[in-house]
């Protein structure tokens, strides 16, 4: 792949894996119109969404910080009451015995903050996303990826979703008012976000809007419950790169995309949440229905 390509792939992947259009359906695209092979360079894909991972880790990083803390805590005090609970089966069979009332020690509360509840709610989340995602990869990936047709239809669906964002009323959900069905919802979104053609942030903060989230923890929410999302396509296609030889060109080409595509992210990120936030998405419903049927027009003319 020439380094021009390269970028070009890089560019597209930091605009469109956070602006609403599909990045997974633009790479389909933009492969048929330059007439590389779908099913080649998996290793350049996956550094091109390790990049666009590292923009969402620049984006949130405190936020991010605070929900590994409070996950680790999370884990602690879960740990801590499996212990409590098997000591004091103990006391009590000991106190039967005895005939003494022997003093039980206490549970510890795990989700006691906002940030642990937002840490359990990505949990949940990532639930439904990774048994649509391994049921996606195996049924139709290989049918979806080598024609224009699918992802055109999937980025009309696209389009009509963000219709209905800056129609929603805004919610008053947070993290605390959150419930975990309403985190089953949006990660069955996310899920479905996987389809090339379908927007995954665009899939997410809509569902997350109409459960009621607010819009600006709706687009947070979007981002990092995609970290775990990211890692896992990645880990997956990690299986697919053993036949792979890459050479040391390869190697810096892909680095460099992964640098460009992390540069590109960080702004569209910006410029997403203030798009939504001032309720302009109607432009990118615009753009996903015009590149939608030039994408199936030219599948069935071609």
């Given at each position: ?177 959150t419930t975990y069905w309403d985190a089953i919802l949006v990660g069955i979104a996310q899920g479905i976000g996987t389809l090339p053609g379908i927007s ?30 990211i890692i896992g396509a990645a880990i997956f296609e990690i299986g697919d790169m053993k036949n792979e030889h890459l050479t040391k060109l390869d190697l ?51």
């Open positions: 792949m020439k380094i021009w390509q390269v970028i070009l792939f890089a560019v597209l992947q930091g605009i469109t894996e956070f602006l609403p259009v599909s990045s997974s359906g633009h790479l389909v695209l933009l492969k048929n119109l330059l007439g590389l092979e779908t099913t080649v360079s998996v290793s350049f894909d996956v550094m091109l969404h390790v990049g666009t991972l590292f923009a969402v880790f620049v984006c949130y990083w405190k936020d991010i910080k605070r929900l590994i803390v409070e996950g680790i805590g999370i884990l602690v005090d879960c740990c801590y009451n499996i212990g409590v609970y098997f000591n004091n089966k103990k006391i009590l069979s000991a106190s039967q015995k005895d005939g003494v009332d022997w003093e039980l020690k206490g549970y510890r509360r795990v989700i006691k903050s906002a940030y642990r509840k937002f840490a359990l709610l990505v949990i949940v989340s990532s639930i439904p996303t990774a048994i649509l995602g391994v049921i996606e990869r195996k049924l139709i990936e290989d049918r979806v990826v080598t024609s224009a047709l699918v992802p055109g239809i999937f980025l009309l669906i696209t389009g009509l979703m963000l219709l209905l964002i800056d129609r929603l009323e805004e919610g008053n959900k947070t993290p605390k008012h995954r942030s665009g899939s997410t903060i809509t569902a997350g809007v109409a459960v009621g989230m607010k819009r600006e923890f709706a687009i947070k929410y979007s981002f990092i419950m995609s970290i775990p999302a810096r080409n892909y680095a460099i995309g992964m640098v460009v595509a992390a540069m590109v992210g960080f702004v569209c990120i910006k410029l997403l949440v203030a798009l939504i936030r001032d309720k302009k998405m109607f432009c990118f419903t615009y753009y996903c229905f015009a590149i939608g049927s030039i994408a199936i027009i030219s599948s069935i003319i071609l």
